[in-house]
């Protein structure tokens, strides 16, 4: 059974890689080892409908580059070094986070309390024309990146604006300073979305994905070992990919399990949650 679910995970992968549009995330994952634990990671690679988790030894690259590297589109990421063999001219172009970037400045909010209540007001409205463009039923189309040019790019601009005036007053090594750096040095990443209507202005998706896992990391404080925490990963990208496509994961779980032992190798992605039909409908 194992084995038909690593090959379904498999199959997750190759259409994470396949996507235009890819969020990815990690956090640490304790594995326990003689004497005490040792620091593993769960890295997340998602789409808007499928969720693959990958356990690794490591935080490094070469966990994005197994899984992304020689794909295109476009990866939705923080500035962590860790992506940058996969957002290459070759490969990816990289789109930030403004919701991280929002985040810096939210903490060096009391070396700053005015000029961060100002940024964080113009993020908002960044945010008032996404919900704007759902509501109206054009995201993801045209019409929502001439709406992000003609109201967030103004908006964009002025912030840039600010951060440079900012940068010229602040000290380098406050977290005010530190925030407007990442901010500056991130500029290019973070308006990706401006014209690119199925990219998102943040990793939100990503962050979620990986919220359960450190609740979870909370609560059994470790994995048994590397080849547990491989486990661990498959199941939570059923159950997750499940979640993204408002699936009840029990009643999948229940019909594919049976099924999957049978179902043919190459047809492995006709059980994949985003594309699943119920034997018993």
Request: with cysteine; proline share 5%; glycine share 4%.
């Given at each position: 059974?194992?084995?038909?679910?690593?090959?379904?995970?498999?199959?997750?992968?190759?259409?994470?890689?396949?996507?235009?549009?890819?969020?990815?995330?990690?956090?640490?994952?304790?594995?326990?080892?003689?004497?005490?634990?040792?620091?593993?990671?769960?890295?997340?690679?998602?789409?808007?409908?499928?969720?693959?988790?990958?356990?690794?030894?490591?935080?490094?690259?070469?966990?994005?580059?197994?899984?992304?590297?020689?794909?295109?589109?476009?990866?939705?990421?923080?500035?962590?070094?860790?992506?940058?063999?996969?957002?290459?001219?070759?490969?990816?172009?990289?789109?930030?986070?403004l919701a991280h970037a929002r985040r810096k400045f939210v903490e060096a909010?009391?070396?700053?309390?005015?000029?961060?209540?100002?940024?964080?007001?113009?993020?908002?409205?960044?945010?008032?024309?996404?919900?704007?463009?759902?509501?109206?039923?054009?995201?993801?189309?045209?019409?929502?990146?001439?709406?992000?040019?003609?109201?967030?790019?103004?908006?964009?601009?002025?912030?840039?604006?600010?951060?440079?005036?900012?940068?010229?007053?602040?000290?380098?090594?406050?977290?005010?300073?530190?925030?407007?750096?990442?901010?500056?040095?991130?500029?290019?990443?973070?308006?990706?979305?401006?014209?690119?209507?199925?990219?998102?202005?943040?990793?939100?998706?990503?962050?979620?994905?990986?919220?359960?896992?450190?609740?979870?990391?909370?609560?059994?404080?470790?994995?048994?070992?590397?080849?547990?925490?491989?486990?661990?990963?498959?199941?939570?990208?059923?159950?997750?990919?499940?979640?993204?496509?408002?699936?009840?994961?029990?009643?999948y779980l229940t019909d594919v399990l049976p099924r999957i032992a049978d179902?043919?190798?190459?047809?492995?992605?006709?059980?994949?949650?985003?594309?699943?039909?119920?034997?018993?409908?």
């Amino acid at each position: 059974m194992q084995g038909q679910l690593r090959a379904e995970l498999r199959a997750t992968l190759d259409e994470v890689r396949a996507a235009e549009v890819v969020h990815a995330d990690e956090t640490p994952q304790p594995v326990l080892e003689p004497g005490g634990t040792k620091r593993s990671y769960v890295w997340n690679f998602t789409t808007p409908t499928l969720a693959a988790y990958v356990h690794s030894a490591t935080g490094s690259g070469s966990t994005p580059e197994r899984i992304l590297a020689g794909s295109a589109g476009f990866l939705v990421a923080d500035a962590y070094s860790g992506h940058n063999s996969v957002t290459s001219p070759d490969s990816r172009t990289r789109a930030g986070c403004l919701a991280h970037a929002r985040r810096k400045f939210v903490e060096a909010e009391g070396q700053a309390h005015d000029e961060v209540r100002w940024l964080v007001d113009q993020i908002a409205r960044i945010y008032a024309v996404e919900k704007a463009a759902r509501e109206s039923g054009i995201a993801g189309t045209a019409k929502h990146r001439e709406l992000r040019n003609s109201e967030s790019k103004p908006i964009m601009d002025q912030i840039r604006a600010w951060i440079l005036e900012q940068k010229s007053r602040a000290r380098p090594r406050s977290d005010f300073g530190k925030a407007l750096a990442y901010a500056d040095n991130q500029w290019d990443a973070l308006t990706v979305f401006l014209d690119n209507p199925a990219v998102a202005p943040d990793n939100n998706l990503a962050e979620r994905m990986l919220r359960r896992i450190a609740l979870a990391r909370k609560a059994s404080m470790f994995v048994a070992h590397d080849d547990s925490g491989q486990r661990y990963a498959i199941n939570l990208s059923l159950v997750a990919s499940c979640r993204l496509n408002d699936i009840d994961p029990v009643a999948y779980l229940t019909d594919v399990l049976p099924r999957i032992a049978d179902h043919p190798a190459k047809r492995i992605t006709e059980l994949l949650p985003d594309r699943w039909i119920s034997s018993t409908a």
